[in-house]
């Protein structure tokens, strides 16, 4: 008889070998430019020639890193990828100064021709809220606290 538990819960790292750390966050895009274009108008730093690079980065004040590659440079080591499909898989959260800054920074994306999927409201949680659609699909939420 197997007395294994399959429940236990997982142990901490131990002082000698710390937890990893989120430093990134990738996306793979159809159009390097494109989705360039999109997040620098988000405010992002992003150099302008990374929009012919298959590989673009940009460091946010947080020290969090945003990684863009194109879909050829994901196949060239991993030649079995393809896009996900059926639903989001991720999405990204930008905090805004405050409700008008929502509200301003949604308007300046969908004027530019990015599309809306939720425009700013203020939501039972607290905040103000929307979602703008990356140049690949990618939900990119727009947030501040309401009060």
């Given at each position: 008889m197997n007395t294994t538990s399959h429940s236990a819960r997982p142990t901490a790292p131990?002082?000698?070998s710390a937890a990893p750390r989120l430093d990134a966050v990738g996306l793979v895009v159809s159009d390097m430019a494109a989705s360039l274009a999109f997040y620098r108008l988000l405010g992002l730093d992003v150099p302008a020639d990374a929009d012919t690079a298959p590989h673009a980065e940009a460091t946010l004040p947080s020290g969090l890193r945003v990684l863009w590659d194109t879909k050829e440079t994901v196949r060239s080591y991993d030649p079995s990828w393809?896009?996900?499909t059926g639903g989001e898989r991720l999405g990204l959260a930008f905090v805004c100064d405050g409700p008008a800054a929502?509200?301003?920074t949604y308007e300046r994306l969908t004027a530019?021709?990015?599309r809306g999927h939720l425009e700013p409201w203020d939501?039972?949680?607290g905040q103000?809220?929307?979602?703008?659609l990356d140049p690949d699909g990618c939900a990119v939420s727009l947030f501040a606290s309401a009060a």
């Open positions: 131990s002082a000698a393809s896009r996900p929502v509200d301003a530019a021709g990015y939501a039972v949680w103000r809220y929307a979602v703008v």
